[in-house]
């Protein structure tokens, strides 16, 4: 079966984020007065063969956990559909 995974990975609460506070700043700037906090992470989509839905968040688990992700400072989260079988 063909699975597509929707991977976020995102900075810890616990990370500072300057990139996040640059962006909170320029929305500011820009008028957007109503933004009280903004995190910047990442999204990646990865498109993938695998025999079942378990084997497949199997491998997007360790391809973020090893990969895409920075362990000690980044939390992964991802979506799975199927895409043909």
Do not use: C, W
Not at 49 to 67: F, H, P
């Amino acid at each position: 079966m063909t699975f597509k995974a929707k991977i976020r990975v995102t900075l810890r609460p616990s990370i500072l984020d300057p990139q996040g506070k640059a962006t909170h700043h320029a929305l500011h700037q820009l008028g957007f007065h109503g933004v009280s906090d903004v995190r910047m992470g990442k999204y990646i989509e990865l498109t993938l063969d695998a025999a079942s839905v378990e084997d497949a968040r199997a491998v997007v688990a360790e391809a973020g956990a090893k990969l895409l992700s920075n362990a000690v400072m980044e939390d992964v989260s991802f979506d799975l559909e199927v895409v043909a079988s």
